[in-house]
């Protein structure tokens, strides 16, 4: 899984991250899926690729 397609992933819940800043879009990309997380929307192992799909976007 690559950064792209979480933001993909992310649209599906009409959820749009697009505020100019690289690093502010990754934040915000990451508090919408350890929402989806803790609701019980994603699974463990989706949210385990889609944080290390943000952890390389950081680098």
Request: hydrophobic residues 40%.
């Amino acid at each position: 899984m690559n950064y792209y397609e979480v933001l993909q992933f992310l649209k599906k819940y009409q959820t749009y991250i697009y505020t100019g800043d690289r690093q502010a879009d990754l934040d915000l990309v990451e508090i919408e899926l350890q929402e989806l997380y803790q609701l019980g929307m994603i699974d463990a192992d989706f949210f385990r690729d889609a944080k290390l799909a943000i952890l390389k976007e950081r680098r």
